[in-house]
């Protein structure tokens, strides 16, 4: 039997409670990532820990964990939301496995995409595929992040139906349409910006995420 879910009423209300040190942590570096845009200070130190070429051509392997710590995007409604989704998506996982998997599920999903996107790209440049002059735009900081806890959520919650804000009219979506929409939206992403690491990572990331078992009930 299907329920329906208001994913924006609940955050405003704090539903859920608290989240976990951590995953707050992550919040507040995902918002200073896509926020710190506006202060030159911070662009070098935002820049070393994104995923780019630099993880081959300078042994910078750092990025392909940290990249998930920084947010993408800078000021805009849509990065509001992105962060929203991304609470929201961690504080319902936490419900149906608990603290602890949901962790590891988010930060094991982070190393395995990001190292599928990097031998991806290194693979296309060395064979001369797609030029991107912004590799890994599509998987950088809150994407990869959503990427592996919208399939979890996907996953836990098959019979759900989301409503999105007042502003988005409101829609009802079934949960099970949620991961193929996302898909759909990365190969819209793909074919804007030919960042095929990214879309890599993207999958990857869905991949992970949808492996996921409940425990709850």
């Given at each position: 039997?299907?329920?329906?879910?208001?994913?924006?009423?609940?955050?405003?209300?704090?539903?859920?409670?608290?989240?976990?040190?951590?995953?707050?942590?992550?919040?507040?570096?995902?918002?200073?990532?896509?926020?710190?845009?506006?202060?030159?200070?911070?662009?070098?130190?935002?820049?070393?820990?994104?995923?780019?070429?630099?993880?081959?051509?300078?042994?910078?392997?750092?990025?392909?964990?940290?990249?998930?710590?920084?947010?993408?995007?800078?000021?805009?409604?849509?990065?509001?939301?992105?962060?929203?989704?991304?609470?929201?998506?961690s504080m319902e996982l936490i419900v149906w496995i608990g603290w602890p998997r949901v962790r590891v599920l988010l930060l094991s999903g982070v190393l395995v995409a990001g190292a599928a996107a990097v031998v991806v790209q290194l693979a296309s440049d060395a064979s001369g595929g797609p030029d991107n002059h912004n590799p890994f735009c599509l998987m950088q900081?809150?994407?990869?992040?959503?990427?592996?806890?919208?399939?979890?959520?996907?996953?836990?919650?098959?019979?759900?139906?989301?409503?999105?804000?007042?502003?988005?009219?409101?829609?009802?979506?079934?949960?099970?349409?949620?991961?193929?929409?996302?898909?759909?939206?990365?190969?819209?992403?793909?074919?804007?910006?030919?960042?095929?690491?990214?879309?890599?990572?993207?999958?990857?990331?869905?991949?992970?995420?949808?492996?996921?078992?409940?425990?709850?009930?």
């Amino acid at each position: 039997m299907a329920f329906e879910r208001n994913p924006w009423r609940e955050f405003i209300g704090g539903g859920r409670g608290r989240p976990p040190q951590l995953l707050a942590a992550w919040l507040v570096a995902l918002a200073v990532g896509c926020f710190g845009g506006m202060f030159w200070e911070l662009g070098p130190v935002l820049d070393g820990l994104r995923l780019s070429a630099a993880v081959w051509e300078d042994g910078q392997v750092w990025r392909v964990v940290t990249y998930a710590f920084v947010g993408w995007g800078g000021v805009s409604p849509w990065t509001l939301i992105q962060l929203v989704l991304v609470y929201w998506f961690s504080m319902e996982l936490i419900v149906w496995i608990g603290w602890p998997r949901v962790r590891v599920l988010l930060l094991s999903g982070v190393l395995v995409a990001g190292a599928a996107a990097v031998v991806v790209q290194l693979a296309s440049d060395a064979s001369g595929g797609p030029d991107n002059h912004n590799p890994f735009c599509l998987m950088q900081g809150q994407h990869v992040v959503i990427a592996i806890a919208l399939a979890a959520f996907a996953r836990c919650n098959q019979n759900a139906t989301v409503t999105t804000p007042g502003f988005l009219l409101g829609l009802p979506v079934p949960v099970r349409w949620m991961v193929p929409l996302h898909l759909l939206y990365a190969l819209a992403g793909f074919a804007a910006t030919r960042d095929l690491g990214g879309l890599v990572g993207v999958g990857v990331a869905t991949w992970w995420g949808f492996r996921v078992r409940a425990t709850r009930g």
